[in-house]
């Protein structure tokens, strides 16, 4: 085996691996006459309180967000693919750099994190 087989394996061992976990931790909860699913966990596993994940103005958001990402995918696909696949791969290259650099910016300038250096 090489070590990109090695890689695979491993990775999809552990993605596997993750589902059957939290699983076994609910079922001893549920044996034992806990709760299977705390708050606490939700937080631990969403990152966001229940009542905001499961908004109405969040799933609408990520319709709309989901909607425009598989447009744009159609578009540069349509468009860039007659050019060849250097052209294309390059353009979704520059626009996940971009996305990344924005968010990344959008997160400094909210607070949430410290600035990073190269960008002060």
Known sequence: MNIGE?????????????????????????????????????????????????????????AVLWLAVVLIGFVEGYVLLPFGLGAFLGVVFLRSYSLARRAEVATVTSGLIRPLPHLT
């Open 6 to 62: 090695i890689l695979i394996w491993e990775s999809s061992n552990l993605l596997l691996l993750i589902p059957v976990v939290i699983g076994l931790v609910m079922l001893t909860r549920w044996i034992q006459g806990r709760l299977v699913f705390t708050d606490r966990d939700w937080l631990f596993l969403i990152g966001h309180p229940r009542e905001r994940v499961l908004s109405l103005h969040l799933w609408l958001r990520f």
